[in-house]
Structures are given as structure tokens and as C-alpha cells.
């Protein structure tokens, strides 16, 4: 006998054979015994998870010939469940909507279920990935909908069930299909492979059962080409080549490279999985999983049923989320989703991807420069009162802005030739434009999220927490503070000297404050006292006196304190200076 291929040889012929579709069978099944048969059902799920059979298995269950009337326990050997099986009934029909899409199909069909069944109960029609059948099919087919035949049923299968018009929608009852857990496909896989007489460990089945990502046909389908080159013993190793993944180790090796900002190291790394002959957009495929399931780990902990991963991978995305804050690895997630995307329609999808993973290690030390930038503002504040940070949102769009970008970043020829393509990149843009206002100096990020929550609330909050843990001192001070919210920060500003300040606020004091601010937010907030006079929220900041020597807008901007520290820091350089003395 010719070899089956494993997804047909092991397809459910019984409603409790079906893994992870419960819910569906549980109803199907009720509603058969009360004989209550729908006309028109959807069916719709990620591939590979059942739909289908599950169509197929409710076929069997309407016209088995075993009893007199629907069964919910079809008997899998009647003429009518053995043709069903073998797809040769002339009753149940099925038609792949991918290749007969088209209007003629779907009269035939109609015309086709104006008339009785010629041997069963029922006249079925499964309509596999209906979401491709033409509108104009779809309206032939709503008037049988609209009137159906007593004998007739209809089942459409689909991953996109919203391409299916709302009118057939509303005639039909729809089941979505669950995705089914990791380790019942893990499961699944272990009973078939005992049952062909294969060995394979534990992890090799974790790694099928990953290549399938989520699909069980596909994990299948890996397990026959397994089978098929490499015999009765299957490793991860083999399968993992058969199915061109990478190990999880690699993944966490990229991070690791992208948490010490280490370029070399990253391109290194891709030299070596592409000299392997990996393919770029699949690993960079699989590293927007990995990297999906560092940000869940992150925000929900690495034991969270919503990582359907392997043990193995799951101590690995854990480990990685550990190093990073959730803001960067949503944001390394972001750029990886980007490059997966483009590399589908670009040449060079190596350099693309090599792109992609070194903006990963460039936000990762861009990214607390937000930070670094509010402290150096308020310790400009600090130094020079008249010097003062101004409410992120008002001055900022109302200001000219004079960019200066940091020099140091993304290879300027990759950063440009990507801008090219694309326009401007707000996810490099808002990290490295810094924007300098003089001779009132302000300094932001442009495209500062808008900042929510009420600053005052937030220091009110603040505030009591200080109270009640004892620091009488500094919750007094604060209160004669004005507060403003600056992204993941809250700025308040007192009319105390920094030396004070220095005293009031040590670590414990702060990460009180903190906690307590991010409590009421309910999102990260650094609470950062500068010192000052009050700020005055939205409204314009005053202007310090223009000096009086006639010096330059130049050689003023050079020597502004915050300007100096950017050069110190970040190799800013000043490129253009607006003076703004003279305006208004
Ligand atoms: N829920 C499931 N339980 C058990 N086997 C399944 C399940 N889903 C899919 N399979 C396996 O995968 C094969 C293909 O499933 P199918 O029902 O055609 O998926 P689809 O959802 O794409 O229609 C089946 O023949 C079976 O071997
Ligand atoms: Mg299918
Ligand atoms: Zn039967």
C-alpha cells in the first residue's frame, strides 16, 4: 500500500477525536441529538486545526446510515461515513473556494441543491477557505441561504471569516476554532509517532511542533519529510534542519549581543546563520515570535499559557525578558515586525535584516536617552534657574525646532538609503532627533507620546505615599512643587536648592515615589525633582534677558549648558541655530 501521509492517516473520524475544539464539538454534538441542523455553518481558525475535519465529521454525523436519523456518533464504516472519508460521496460535496472561486461554480452548485440528495439524508456542500468565493458567488449562493432546501448544508471553512459577507454571516452559525495548546500538539505528536513505530524524544516533538507553528497539519507534514529522509529515529537537530528553524539559543544570542549594544557581534552572528544557509525572512520570522513571546514573558511572566512554546524556549524568552524593560522589547518587536515585513519585496533581504537586527542594538542605547535627556534638563534647571524645561506638548509644537542629530547612530548610509525607500522612520527619528531651542532652551524628544494621566493627581498620590511611609520633610516640600508629566516622567519642580533636594531625595525616597506614581498611572513613571522656580505647565516659559554683548546665536547656543552636555554626551552636534530673541 502507497505511504498516507500522516494529517490524512491520523484525521479525527470522530467528534471526541478532534484535539482543542471542545466547545464546537460539544455544541455540534447537542445539536444534532436535538435535531436541530443548521442550514449554513462557518467554521473558522488559524490552518490546520481542525476545521475541516470537523466539517467532515458533522457530514458523517448527518447522513451516517448506521441509524435512522443524524447521529453524533457516527459509525465511521457505513457506505455513507466510508465515502465521506474518501471524499467520493455524491452527496457531501466539497469545494476548494481557493481554485473554484467563481461564479459559474457556485450556480452549478445552486443549481445543484434544488435537488434532493441522491442517496442520504442531507445534500452537503463544504466550502474550504470560503473567504475567497467572488461577491457575485456570494450573492448566487445567499438566495439558496435565504430560502434553503429542507436537505441542503451548507459549511464554509475559512481563516478570515470578516471577508465573509455580513448577509451569508447572518444566515449561518459560526464556530471559531481555538488554536490549539502547545502541548497537545506536543501530545498528539508523541501518540502518532508511537503508534508508526517512531522514536523521537521530547524535544525533537517540541521542535515539530513548533516549525507547525500552531498548525498541526504542518507539524505533520514535517514529521512525514522526517520520516521520509531520516528513518525511525528523529532528533530536534534533524528536524530543525528539515524544517530550516533556528535553535532558540540563537535567538537569545542576538539579544545578547543587542543588550551589551554590541554591532560586531550581531553581524556576526547573522554572517554565521546565513552562511548555514538560513533563509533571512524566515529567521527574521521566527525572531518576531521569539521576541513576541519576550514581551509576553515580560508583562505576564514566563509560566503565562499565552506562551504556547516548549520548556526549553520558555527559559530562554524568561532570560531575555529579564534584561530588557517591556518598552524595549515592544520596541525591538516593533522594528522586527517592520523588517519581516519589507523583506518579503527587497532585494537584499541579508541587509536588510542586518539593518533590522542593528536598530535593535541602536534603541537599545538610544532609548534611555529620553531619560538622560529629562535629567540633563532638569540638572540644567538646576544649574542656571532662568534655563528651564518646558512643558513637553505646548512648547514643543509651538517652537521652532532645530534638529540635531546625534551623529553617532544607525550607519548614515543605511539610515538614509531606508529613508529613501520610506520616508522618515518614527521609531529611529523620535530616538535621535533631539530638538534645542535657544536662547529659551527646551529640550524634548519630538513625537513624544502624549503623556496621560493628570500630573497633579499623580503627585497627590505621590505625596500621601511619601506621608504615610514617614518622609514628612520631603512630602512637605513637594506640596509647594508644580508637576508635569514628560513622557514616563513626572518633573516637579520646587523652589528649594538642588542641594536640599539631594538631601530629601535619596533611594529609598525615590523608589517610594516612584512606586506610588506608577501605582496611580498604572504605567511606569520616574517621578524627578528639579529645582526652580514653579513651572507653569502649558503657558509659555519666560524668556531670560538677551545678553547684552551682542554675542552671536552661535557662540550662545555653544555655550549653553545643555547644549555642552549633549555635545559631552552624545557627540550632538549644532548644525543650525534659530534665534528667536527678536520674535514676539
Ligand atoms: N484539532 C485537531 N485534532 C486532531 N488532529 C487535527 C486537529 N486539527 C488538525 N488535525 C490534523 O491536521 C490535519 C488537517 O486538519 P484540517 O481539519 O484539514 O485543518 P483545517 O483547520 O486547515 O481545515 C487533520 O487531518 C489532522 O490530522
Ligand atoms: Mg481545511
Ligand atoms: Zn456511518
Redesign the pocket.
Known amino acids: 500500500m502507497s505511504y498516507q501521509v ?3 492517516k ?3 473520524q470522530r467528534f471526541s ?5 471542545e466547545h464546537v464539538t460539544r455544541t455540534l454534538k447537542n445539536a444534532i441529538e436535538q435535531q436541530r441542523i443548521a442550514h449554513g455553518y462557518i467554521f473558522s ?1 488559524h ?8 466539517a467532515r465529521i458533522l457530514a458523517m454525523a448527518l447522513n451516517c446510515r448506521a441509524t435512522d436519523k443524524p447521529t453524533a456518533e457516527p459509525c465511521g464504516v457505513c457506505d455513507s461515513c466510508r465515502e465521506v472519508r474518501e471524499g467520493s460521496s455524491v452527496d457531501v460535496i466539497e469545494v476548494d473556494a481557493a481554485t473554484n472561486r467563481g461564479i459559474d461554480e457556485i450556480r452549478e452548485l445552486r443549481e445543484g441543491a434544488r435537488y434532493r440528495p441522491a442517496r442520504d439524508r442531507y445534500k452537503i456542500y463544504i466550502l474550504d477557505e470560503a473567504h475567497q468565493i467572488t461577491d457575485a458567488a456570494f450573492n448566487a449562493l445567499l438566495k439558496t441561504l435565504e430560502e434553503p432546501p429542507p436537505h441542503i448544508v451548507f459549511m464554509m ?1 475559512t481563516t478570515q471569516p470578516e471577508d465573509i459577507p455580513q448577509t451569508i454571516r447572518s444566515r449561518a452559525q459560526h464556530f471559531s ?1 481555538h488554536a ?1 495548546k502547545f502541548d497537545d500538539i506536543v501530545t ?1 505528536l508523541g501518540d502518532i509517532a508511537g503508534k508508526e513505530g517512531i522514536k523521537a524524544d521530547a524535544e525533537a516533538l517540541a521542535v515539530l511542533a513548533e516549525a507547525g507553528d500552531g498548525s ?2 504542518d507539524a ?1 507534514s514535517i514529521m512525514d519529510q522526517a520520516i521520509a529522509c531520516c528513518g525511525t529515529s528523529l532528533s530536534a537537530e534533524l528536524v530543525r534542519g528539515l524544517a530550516g528553524a533556528v535553535g532558540s539559543e540563537v535567538f537569545e544570542d542576538v539579544m545578547g549581543a543587542v543588550a551589551r549594544s554590541s554591532s560586531e557581534d550581531a553581524l556576526r552572528l547573522l554572517d554565521k546563520l546565513m552562511t548555514e544557509g538560513q533563509n533571512p525572512a524566515h529567521f527574521a520570522k521566527q525572531l518576531v515570535r521569539f521576541l513576541r513571546n519576550a514581551v509576553v514573558a515580560k508583562v505576564a511572566g514566563n509560566a503565562s499559557p499565552l506562551l504556547q512554546i516548549s520548556t526549553d524556549e520558555r527559559a530562554r524568552v524568561g532570560r531575555v525578558a529579564e534584561q530588557f524593560p517591556e518598552e524595549d522589547l515592544a520596541r525591538f518587536l516593533q522594528i522586527m515586525l517592520r523588517t519581516y515585513d519589507e523583506l518579503g519585496y527587497r532585494q537584499e533581504q541579508r541587509f536588510h535584516l542586518e539593518l533590522g537586527v542593528l536598530k535593535m542594538v541602536h534603541a537599545q542605547r538610544i532609548l534611555p536617552l529620553e531619560q538622560i535627556l529629562s535629567q540633563l534638563a532638569s540638572e540644567g534647571q538646576a544649574a542656571t534657574p532662568s534655563i528651564r524645561q518646558s512643558a513637553p506638548a505646548a512648547s514643543l509644537a509651538s517652537a521652532p525646532a532645530v534638529p540635531v542629530r546625534k551623529t553617532e547612530s544607525v550607519s548614515p548610509f543605511e539610515a538614509d538609503r531606508a529613508r529613501k525607500i520610506r520616508g522618515p522612520e518614527p521609531e529611529m527619528s523620535d530616538a535621535t532627533n533631539v530638538q534645542v531651542h535657544t536662547p529659551a532652551v527646551a529640550v524634548g524628544v519630538v513625537e513624544a507620546p502624549e503623556p496621560s494621566g493628570d500630573p497633579t493627581k499623580i503627585l497627590g498620590h505621590v505625596l500621601n505615599e511619601l506621608e504615610a511611609a514617614g518622609y514628612k520633610m520631603l512630602a512637605a516640600v513637594l506640596e509647594t512643587g508644580s508637576a508635569v508629566l514628560q513622557s514616563d516622567q513626572l518633573i516637579v519642580t520646587v523652589s528649594k536648592p538642588a542641594s536640599v533636594l539631594e538631601v530629601l531625595m535619596v533611594r529609598e525616597q525615590k523608589l517610594a515615589a516612584n512606586a506610588a506614581a506608577s501605582m496611580i498611572a498604572g504605567r511606569p513613571i520616574k517621578v524627578v525633582v528639579a529645582s526652580g522656580m514653579p513651572a507653569n505647565g502649558a503657558t509659555p516659559v519666560a524668556r531670560p534677558a538677551p545678553p547684552t554683548n551682542g554675542a552671536s546665536a552661535r557662540s550662545r547656543a555653544a555655550e549653553d549648558p545643555v547644549v555642552r552636555r549633549m555635545q559631552e554626551k552624545f557627540g550632538a552636534e549644532v548644525r543650525t541655530v534659530i534665534d528667536h530673541r527678536d520674535k514676539n
Open positions: 500522516l494529517a490524512r491520523y484525521r479525527p477525536d478532534v484535539i482543542g475544539q481558525g490552518r490546520g486545526i481542525g476545521k475541516t475535519t470537523i471553512a476554532f490549539v498528539q498541526m497539519r505533520l
